[in-house]
């Protein structure tokens, strides 16, 4: 009988001489999409859409601090969809009616300038609701006396009303003056992270609607209970939905002495921020569809050149348009409507069926995305026809009605842009962690000066300068994922000559070497 030792050093063999064998075998052809950045390549803003001033306005925005124009384009579509609020909603027809607030994601990595591409909108919108505020002290004065009045009344009317019940008459009716005033809130345009009860106080304080602003949405998504808060109700996410559709909204609260209900008519508020594409799949695209990434315009688009700063002329353009729109009145109780030609509701109903078709091609979050693209054109209609508006001089009225042209622009940007747009982010960002891995490992291995012949992913793990991939598993399972794009393969070994479990090393393909350049 064979001992032991011989039997595995005939295990050994036979394994030795199958690896050479594989080793020897002829490499294929690499799949050179993964040393691809942009798997699904950013369309094109068409700026030719836009009136002439916001094409200029947008260039400059945007590519001021070496950002794309896009970041500026779809920053101020926001921002005007949010100044524009509760005070002009657009109607299609009778129970067909969207408010033009934008939920709006500007996706790129650190480096990519999201932030003053943002600034360009959100400090113009600053500076407006500062001057909003020029008479806050006068306020609080006069808000102090009638809180002081308030108390005054109340303690009278608890001495009458004690006095009767004690004569055994009825007690009189508590008088309005008696009531607490509502508490003082600063007239707001914009908002950073705050709780939904006290966006809910500032929504009913600034009932024209608001603009939520956010360098890291991811932060944002991550307070909502949807996402952060395990165990919790739900109240967030059902907030953030009437936020989008601009629904009635209650908050309720059990005070000291009393049941506190909040009430907001119509709950208007536009979100604008910024997050990185791995954020992005973590934060908004994993897990269940509940709903919020559907209900957001995305743009990711690719690193430009930095350019000259913005002029003070265009800094002045975008503050006077939208100081025209927020000086636009606001019913509290129920914004104005404003109807949709003949034209633009036919060409609203083809757009509907045209997006029936598109359903039928797409799935998961993206088919879920698509649904909401008749919703979309509304917003973005209404934001068309208001963009052109206050571009123009200013003794021209606003617009009355929603005509085909605007439609047809916002169906032309939804269709060439942010269609494509929302392709690529829940098509590449949305990857398996693996694929997404084994991208970030091949981007390293190109990177390198002198490429190595054979990976292993302890060793890799362990290197300082390795790829960014935070544990072993991981790394092995995107050599996997390489291995079958034909970048490595398999070739175990042992250290010195004995007996053992191999190493779990991959070659590298030869013809990387010869083709990064």
């Known amino acids: 009988m064979n001992s032991i030792?011989?039997?595995?050093?005939?295990?050994?063999?036979?394994?030795?001489?199958?690896?050479?064998?594989?080793?020897?075998a002829p490499w294929p052809e690499p799949d050179w999409n993964l040393a691809n950045d942009d798997p699904l390549p950013p369309p094109a803003l068409p700026l030719d859409l836009f009136p002439a001033a916001w094409g200029d306005w947008m260039r400059a925005a945007g590519e001021r601090p070496?950002?794309?124009?896009?970041?500026?384009?779809?920053?101020?579509?926001?921002?005007?969809?949010?100044?524009?609020?509760?005070?002009?909603?657009?109607?299609?027809?009778?129970?067909?009616?969207?408010?033009?607030?934008?939920?709006?994601?500007?996706?790129?990595?650190?480096?990519?300038?999201?932030?003053?591409?943002?600034?360009?909108?959100?400090?113009?919108?600053?500076?407006?609701?500062?001057?909003?505020?020029?008479?806050?002290?006068?306020?609080?004065?006069?808000?102090?006396?009638?809180?002081?009045?308030?108390?005054?009344?109340?303690?009278?009317?608890?001495?009458?009303?004690?006095?009767?019940?004690?004569?055994?008459?009825?007690?009189?009716?508590?008088?309005?003056?008696?009531?607490?005033?509502?508490?003082?809130?600063?007239?707001?345009?914009?908002?950073?992270?705050?709780?939904?009860?006290?966006?809910?106080?500032?929504?009913?304080?600034?009932?024209?609607?608001?603009?939520?602003?956010?360098?890291?949405?991811?932060?944002?998504?991550?307070?909502?209970?949807?996402?952060?808060?395990?165990?919790s109700s739900g109240a967030d996410r059902?907030?953030?939905?009437?936020?989008?559709?601009?629904g009635r909204f209650s908050v309720d609260r059990v005070g000291k002495d009393e049941v506190i209900q909040i009430?907001?008519?119509?709950?208007?508020?536009?979100?604008?921020?910024?997050?990185?594409?791995?954020?992005?799949?973590?934060?908004?695209?994993?897990?269940?569809?509940?709903?919020?990434?559907?209900?957001?315009?995305?743009?990711?688009?690719?690193k430009v050149r930095p350019q000259p700063p913005i002029g003070a002329s265009q800094r002045a353009f975008i503050a006077s348009a939208l100081s025209r729109l927020i000086a636009l009145p606001c019913d509290s109780a129920k914004p104005v409507m404003l109807p949709f030609t003949r034209e633009a509701e036919q060409r609203m109903d083809a757009w509907r069926v045209e997006v029936f078709g598109m359903e039928n091609d797409a799935a998961g979050l993206f088919k879920s995305w698509i649904g909401k693209l008749p919703g979309q054109a509304v917003r973005l209609a209404v934001i068309f026809a208001h963009m052109e508006w206050i571009a123009g001089p200013e003794h021209l009225p606003p617009p009355a009605a929603i005509r085909v042209e605007d439609v047809e622009a916002a169906i032309a940007l939804l269709v060439a842009y942010f269609t494509p747009m929302a392709r690529r982010v829940f098509g590449a960002s949305a990857l398996p962690r693996a694929e997404r891995d084994a991208r970030t490992l091949a981007a390293?291995?190109?990177?390198?000066?002198?490429?190595?012949?054979?990976?292993?992913?302890?060793?890799?793990?362990?290197?300082?300068?390795?790829?960014?991939?935070?544990?072993?598993?991981?790394?092995?399972?995107?050599?996997?994922?390489?291995?079958?794009?034909?970048?490595?393969?398999?070739?175990?070994?042992?250290?010195?000559?004995?007996?053992?479990?191999?190493?779990?090393?991959?070659?590298?393909n030869p013809a990387l070497r010869a083709g990064r350049a």
């Open 5 to 24: 030792a011989a039997i595995v050093r005939e295990a050994d063999a036979i394994a030795a001489k199958a690896a050479q064998s594989h080793a020897d």
């Open 66 to 231: 070496g950002a794309p124009v896009d970041y500026g384009a779809v920053s101020v579509l926001a921002a005007i969809g949010a100044a524009i609020g509760n005070r002009r909603w657009g109607q299609v027809r009778e129970e067909w009616e969207h408010p033009p607030v934008l939920f709006a994601a500007l996706v790129g990595e650190p480096s990519s300038n999201k932030s003053p591409a943002m600034r360009a909108v959100t400090k113009p919108m600053a500076e407006i609701e500062a001057a909003l505020n020029d008479d806050w002290k006068d306020r609080q004065r006069d808000h102090a006396t009638h809180v002081k009045a308030a108390k005054h009344a109340r303690a009278k009317w608890e001495n009458d009303a004690n006095t009767a019940l004690n004569m055994g008459s009825p007690p009189p009716v508590m008088p309005e003056a008696a009531l607490d005033p509502e508490t003082l809130d600063r007239r707001r345009l914009l908002v950073d992270s705050v709780t939904t009860e006290r966006l809910a106080h500032m929504a009913r304080s600034n009932p024209a609607g608001l603009l939520v602003a956010s360098d890291e949405l991811a932060r944002f998504l991550g307070s909502m209970d949807r996402y952060g808060n395990k165990g």
């Open 238 to 246: 059902a907030f953030w939905l009437e936020a989008h559709g601009g």
């Open 263 to 302: 009430v907001v008519p119509n709950l208007t508020v536009g979100i604008l921020g910024g997050i990185q594409p791995d954020r992005l799949a973590s934060a908004m695209l994993a897990g269940d569809d509940d709903g919020l990434a559907s209900r957001f315009l995305f743009s990711w688009p690719g």
């Open 444 to 508: 390293w291995m190109l990177r390198q000066r002198c490429m190595p012949q054979t990976l292993n992913a302890r060793a890799l793990h362990r290197q300082a300068a390795g790829p960014a991939i935070p544990d072993p598993a991981r790394i092995t399972a995107a050599l996997a994922e390489l291995n079958e794009a034909g970048w490595v393969r398999p070739a175990p070994a042992r250290e010195g000559d004995h007996p053992g479990k191999p190493r779990a090393d991959f070659a590298v």
